[in-house]
């Protein structure tokens, strides 16, 4: 496992996922404060690969320069607002759902083995009962035999 790449990795994800959430709030913005801009706003953004939040914002400084900075501010302000609480949040997050996945897991399993052993109990006393009955008939035609001897 490479703890580095992963690292990098993940915090490029962040920074592209935080550059989409600004986006939509510069948008939200936009649409309460100058309908033209956020409609040519809107029309960029779906037009450009804000996959890659990077490459989106440097796309738009090109056409433009203000609505770039707006984003890369609000950006910023959501980075300082949620970095503080993720490391926890994650942490508790992936913890609670591995205990959900291991308990629905178990759930599961133990559904099966509970079926199963519940069908050999069935098997076996299908067994018993046949045997029972096998015995019982043989028992009723020596039964049989001795009364007509």
């Not at 409609?39 to 440097?58: T, V």
């Amino acid at each position: 496992m490479n703890i580095k790449r992963t690292t990098k990795s993940t915090a490029s994800m962040l920074i592209n996922y935080l550059t989409y959430e600004a986006v939509k709030t510069v948008s939200e913005q936009l649409q309460e404060t100058d309908l033209l801009k956020a409609h040519w706003f809107n029309q960029f953004s779906s037009r450009e690969k804000i996959q890659n939040g990077d490459l989106y914002i440097q796309e738009l400084l090109e056409v433009h320069q203000e609505l770039a900075f707006r984003v890369m501010t609000v950006r910023e302000h959501l980075a300082n607002e949620i970095l503080d609480f993720l490391p926890e949040m994650t942490r508790t997050g992936i913890q609670q759902s591995n205990m959900q996945h291991r308990c629905q897991h178990l759930e599961r399993i133990m559904s099966v083995q509970a079926t199963q052993g519940y069908a050999e109990c069935e098997d076996l006393a299908t067994n018993l009962d046949s045997d029972s009955t096998s015995d019982s008939n043989e028992e009723l035609d020596s039964d049989s035999d001795r009364t007509t001897t």
